[in-house]
């Protein structure tokens, strides 16, 4: 791993220089699924259709007429997003495979601009976890060492990307699924403000914190592909009101805001890390202690748990066998909660909402670390930090489940490397509906840092 | 009973024109509560408090600077809205008696038209039922039988204007307490739609389903006080997107839809009294089938259970003894319901606005009788209907239950009396947020039926 990743947006200027063409595009890509194959990023891909897609945008340069700056580009897609080519199983044999024919939205949008949708990736059953063990074609396995894993539940395209086989790949984020396996593989992942991207066609997992987002090698990559998130989509009512991606606006002196307390421990290394990240940002950096992150939390899991059962009820019924232990214990405690507890939680989501918006006053930017350790080893249940005992399911979503109970914008850029040589990641939060300046102030801060690193 | 009322109409017309001087109103509302206390439609009221109001609102009138033209007119506010110069108790001795001194957001706005705030009326305890049989008061009773049942929650309100103490009263509405008692009462009530009109001040029974409305002696009543209710409130954020009330839009040929169908039988008498309403209103009637009514009177009854025991779990706590053993019995059994039939009660709420606003096409109202008999005796624990036998409480909230789950405006008009001498009462639901041409619509039907009746 780390040979010298080309990134999307070296794709999209060799493209547009003639220095590249999508059929070796594809070729190499294709032939890095092999050489990598012991990762076991991808659950399914057909060279076939991979190829067909490839010559018609060869065609379209050819002829000066591609659809799109990112025409003939490979983007890998998580398992759950339904896909015209490929069945979507969502890793689990509980799935009914939702048959090929149709396009998630956002799918649909990277196709009509000529994107090559590569293959499905691996992912945690259902993305009901967030370390990608529990998959009905086994685990996933970290780039920068194999006996480490990814994450979850966006595993396998988090692997993918690092390993260099796509420039970029499609994830899905309901308590951090697209953070967590980019900043435990190095790169780059976003999720957008709740309803602004359309989850059409991703399974759900629970559809009042779910979110869409891309991981890719760089964070320019990103913006490039948020035009094909963001906006309106008739077909997922929480998009009403979503405005299409905007330009970049300009970044003034950035103000963050480093959020800690109880709850919110990491390892020393980590967070050294992320101390060194702010004092090179040049930024102003405030600390703040957020207080009754326990109670949070367990509305971020009282709403998951609940939702998650109430989708999966008619499958618990018809093909309980087919899920893994592990995930139909956890959607059959789901169905214990009661109405009362997930009316608190829903109150306790609107206090957080209004605390991180409002009463912690003026800020561009809200700064935790992603993870609170590096990618554990295979086989790890739990992890030691900040004098806690944490499962290792837990630790991977310790910070990341604050994104999606308030709904505010994410993003992890990879700022270091662990003493063992593993990633680590630093996870900003913007404002809700402000995607546009998270990444702004996003790609200032991640400058300043590899221009000093 | 029945003398012949003036109705707020008339007294605004009376003022204007210096028939009618705001302390005889008073008055003679005052000497009204006297002469019909064994109704028990009023749980407080101070006559030192009412002409202080009335004396000064009168001395505007001499200066000829009314702050409105109801500027002196009595207003009876139910016993859950704040008032400035009562406690609120909403009828229940484990209310921890709300303080004199802050106003409802409506009481607040019919206070600075000059409205003299008159009484606080009796209530179904906690607003938590449909019969006012439960009140730590005691029963109100019918001003046309007093053997019969107001109906409520709102039932004090209901008595007090049918009386002609007032000529119109405050009401709430979760499952038609401001409609059942109006209907029972043979006067018009309204209920808003869901998120139009402020609920700030007013103590909640279920959030997502509560609504305020006027309850008064003529429809044009009801008009004139629209302005008191709706509008944004950054009190109550569920009217964030509120518009105020407007003028009412010129109606064209009327389209009806008549709903009926399993679960929405009426006595013979009441089915006879609304086709005949209909037939005389000289609209296009459409008698069409709603399906499913079972299915969505259980989401309603979850969520109204689940939102009022999670609002009620401190008091629970508290002062568990202090509530009426059937209100603590609703409250207990809130607290079994499961997150996963909460959710699913609310996709159906979802599935029931879509079904009415969507898949029925065109429409400017949707017609049900009010109740589907008229005023039960009190004693009575049981109705009989089109084959059915149902509990008093069910048949109260029969029909009134659908406005609250869809959101939809509501309005009932008395439009005939029983054999027995009781109103019978007919609903008209509206588009969500057409409050004006909900009422615009009402108007020609209930003249064209005063016109010919």
Redesign the interface.
Known sequence: MSQNLDSLTDQIRDLAEGRQAPVSLAERALARVQSHAELNAFVAIDEEIVMTQAKAAQLRWQNGAPLSPIDGIPIAVKDNYLTRDYATTACSDAAPLEPAGVDATVVANLRAAGAVIFGKTNMHEWAYGATNTTSNVGVTKNPHNPAHITGGSSGGSGAAVAAGVVAAALGSDTGGSVRIPSAACGIYGFKPSYGRASRHGVLPLSWSLDAPGPMATELQDIVHLMPYFLGADPKDRSTAHAKPFGSLPDVGPLKLINLTGAGLERSAEVDGAVNAALRQSAAQVEQRTLQDIDRYFAAWE?IL???A??YH?PLLQTRAEGFSPVTRAHLEA???????????AQ?LRGDLIRYLTTDLGDWDALVLPTLPVPAPAHGEDWQEFGNRRVTTQDSMTWFCWLGNLSGLPCVTLPIAKSSKGLPIGMMLMGRPGADEALLAAALRIDHTLKSKG
Chains 1, 2 share one sequence.
Do not use: D, F, I, N
């Open positions: 009282a748990h609940c939702e059962s109430a009820q789901g169905t214990r909660l009661t109405g009362v507890e997930l009316l608190t109150k």
